[in-house]
């Protein structure tokens, strides 16, 4: 019966992990992807390759215009087209020469200088790996792991809702896309809901927003979070704060002091502490927590299906545990 679903919502802003925690879900407790669908990531993971290419290209023009790479076949080959906003007119031909020319820039001193600058531009993360690996993607037999789809990156644009059973139990998990102009739409499923799962990139402590280069996305993430957190029609659901992207977290705070970034001066901590860095960031979202008698905290990476399960399985006692008391009171 449909008064009988758990109804999860996974709220947070753009780049966060919602989708990724979608699609642990249903590799956890759903049906294994079709073919079609596999071919569909592949065709994403190409994508997001050919994307961070040309950011990257973007980049280096920005921070290194007079260097000998852009005079290159492979820079002319793969960088954005002009006159098309900085995005290929029609999505390139996977030729060997092309992805070698991706290669041979990847390898390039002046590419990887710029990486080491990624904090400065928009630049997707993760999707490194699949350019180490680009003779295999590029390849026409080329199936994506489930690892592979985990990690792929696909905009959300409106409402999705994945339906699946847990343990008996029907959970109907929705996710939202992050970006501002995508926020207005989630009021439409903020009836019943039993849990609110918000994600944050904790790794994203550095970075600006896609849609306003001058906004944090830590700052962003904090009022997004005060804001919906504390909404009247989540009084009976239980809220799940997720602190996604450790592992990215524990590897860029290695050489990061927060006390020394722009809008974390009342860091206290230990420099380049990994778990004093996610106490902080833990209590600095608490503290905006204004009116539930509770926030269940999970410090996870979102692309570890081990860490995800063990993480939901907490969760999930925590919400039917909720509902039930709910239900008698």
């Not at 080329?142 to 999705?160: E, H, Y």
């Not at 139990?169 to 896309?177: A, H, S, T």
């Not at 979102?302 to 925590?318: E, I, M």
Request: hydrophobic letters at 40%.
């Amino acid at each position: 019966m449909e008064s009988e679903k758990v109804k999860v919502l996974l709220l947070g802003t753009g780049e966060s992990g919602k989708s990724t925690v979608m699609k642990q879900m249903r590799i956890i407790y759903g049906d294994d992807y079709t073919a079609d669908e596999l071919e569909s990531f592949k065709l994403t993971i190409q994508h997001n390759c050919v994307d961070f290419m040309q950011a990257m290209c973007k980049a280096v023009a920005g921070f290194f215009p007079g260097d000998e790479v852009l005079k290159t076949p492979e820079f002319l080959a793969v960088a954005p087209e002009s006159g098309t906003g900085g995005h290929y007119r029609t999505f390139p031909d996977w030729s060997e020469e092309y992805v070698n020319a991706m290669r041979t820039l990847w390898a390039h001193q002046t590419f990887k200088a710029t990486f080491e600058r990624r904090s400065e531009f928009q630049l997707q993360e993760g999707i490194q790996k699949f350019i180490e690996r680009l003779p295999e993607i590029a390849d026409d037999a080329f199936v994506p792991s489930k690892d592979d789809v985990l990690a792929c990156r696909l905009r959300t644009r409106g409402i999705n809702e994945e339906r699946l059973n847990v343990d008996g139990q029907i959970f109907c998990f929705f996710d939202v896309g992050g970006q501002r102009n995508e926020r207005r739409k989630w009021l439409r499923i903020f009836e019943d809901v039993h849990a609110v799962v918000f994600i944050v990139a904790l790794s994203e402590f550095n970075q600006t927003l896609w849609e306003a280069n001058d906004v944090n996305r830590i700052s962003e993430a904090l009022n997004v979070f005060e804001e919906y957190v504390n909404k009247d029609e989540f009084e009976d659901s239980a809220i799940i704060l997720f602190l996604n992207k450790s592992d990215l977290f524990r590897e860029k705070i290695k050489s990061i002091d927060l006390k020394e970034t722009h809008g974390y001066r009342d860091y206290t901590g230990k420099p380049f502490d990994y778990d004093d860095g996610v106490e902080y960031f833990k209590n600095k979202f608490l503290r905006r927590n204004l009116t539930r008698d509770n926030v269940f905290v999970h410090v996870t990476t979102a692309t570890d299906t081990n860490s995800v399960n063990v993480v939901f399985n907490a969760c999930k006692k925590v919400i039917l545990e909720r509902n039930v008391r709910n239900f008698i009171s």
